[in-house]
Antibody
Framework: QGQLVQSGAEVKKPGASVKVSCRAS????????IHWVRQAPGQGLEWLGM????????TYAQKYQGRVTLTSDASTSTSYMELSSLRSEYTAVYYC????????????WGQGTLVTVSS | EIVLTQSPGTLSLSPGERATLSCRAS???????LAWYQQKPGQAPRLLIY???VRATGIPDRFSGSGSGTDFTLTIRRLEPEDFAVYYC????????FGGGTKVEIK
């Protein structure tokens, strides 16, 4: 069934960038889109975007266009989410996820990565 | 962009009771990409229902999904203690949208 393992927690200063990784195993990496979802403390789920690891095409949520960059490396079965010009309101848990029955029903999730933005 | 509105925000029920959660879309959407998730504190979301009404593997049959067009419903037939959590609906057209969530809490 496979799993997604994310990189560890990060603490960043305002204005900096952060890059979170999501390593896939147990399935063919290029067969499923990788999605990125954030969850601010006490808040709901917010979709950032998705990447097709086969070819690297991306789709971003309009709100995060130009702020988030998604990439993938098929040689290491790893997807990356880079968030730039960090502000305190970007403090959140960031999840990667992939589809199970289609590209868009997210049946497999990483464990989440807490990104804290603080001066 | 499609907006998904979930109601109620909080549902206070006792174990054994029936829970009915609503997800309303701002315009008619395809059922094909309508999903429901459960999330417990400190955990990643868990897929319950996809295609509006199909249970994901391993999901108990007390969970059921229904609806079409703009109105979708997640029903939990008899609440078990482990069902008290937050539930989100989600849809995909050209991008993914989540509803704001419904918290099912113990009365």
């Amino acid at each position: 069934q496979g799993q997604l393992v994310q990189s560890g927690a990060e603490v960043k200063k305002p204005g900096a960038s952060v890059k979170v990784s999501c390593r896939a195993s147990g399935y063919t990496f290029t067969n499923y889109y990788i999605h990125w979802v954030r969850q601010a403390p006490g808040q709901g789920l917010e979709w950032l975007g998705m990447i097709n690891p086969s070819g690297g095409s991306t789709t971003y949520a309009q709100k995060y266009q130009g702020r988030v960059t998604l990439t993938s490396d098929a040689s290491t079965s790893t997807s990356y989410m880079e968030l730039s010009s960090l502000r305190s309101e970007y403090t959140a848990v960031y999840y990667c996820a992939r589809g199970t029955y289609s590209h868009y029903d997210l049946g497999h999730w990483g464990q989440g990565t807490l990104v804290t933005v603080s001066s | 962009e499609i907006v998904l509105t979930q109601s109620p925000g909080t549902l206070s029920l006792s174990p054994g009771e029936r829970a009915t959660l609503s997800c309303r879309a701002s315009q008619s959407v395809s059922s094909t990409y309508l999903a429901w998730y459960q999330q417990k504190p400190g955990q990643a979301p868990r897929l319950l229902i996809y295609g509006a009404s199909v249970r994901a593997t391993g999901i108990p049959d007390r969970f059921s999904g229904s609806g079409s067009g703009t109105d979708f419903t997640l029903t939990i037939r008899r609440l078990e203690p482990e069902d008290f959590a937050v539930y989100y609906c989600q849809h995909f057209v050209t991008s993914v949208t989540f509803g704001g969530g419904t918290k099912v809490e113990i009365k």
